[in-house]
């Protein structure tokens, strides 16, 4: 089994930056792909917000393209999203996840809060 662990969320204000981490663990040479989703306040889905292959392929949603900056550490076995230049819709919990050989995997959610 594979476990996602979030830390680095909170409040900031617009214009500001925050550093999320997520603390893998387990049965990590199962992941194949690691990404951030997040899921907005009266949304139902989560929406990917980036994602980082094993082999190093990134991806972004367009709405945070420039601003934020998905990275993986194969020591430490964290995935770090760095979000600068924040905006009140990107209020969200944001979620670490990890595609695995048997499934999916999820962290518990951490709450980012972008207000004035």
């Known amino acids: 089994q594979v476990q996602l662990v979030e830390s680095g969320g909170g409040l900031v204000q617009p214009g500001g930056s925050l550093n999320l981490s997520c603390t893998v663990s387990?049965?990590?040479?199962?992941?194949?792909?690691y990404g951030w989703y997040r899921q907005a306040p009266g949304n139902d889905e989560r929406e990917q917000v980036a994602?980082?292959?094993?082999?190093?392929?990134?991806e972004y949603l367009e709405s945070v393209k420039g601003r934020f900056t998905i990275s993986r550490d194969t020591v430490k076995n964290t995935v770090a999203l760095q979000m600068n230049s924040l905006k009140p819709e990107d209020t969200a919990v944001y979620y670490c996840h990890a595609s695995t050989y048997s499934g999916r995997r999820w962290g518990q959610g951490i709450q980012v809060t972008v207000s004035s």
């Open positions: 994602k980082i292959t094993v082999g190093g392929v990134i």
């Open positions: 387990g049965y990590i040479i199962s992941i194949y792909n």
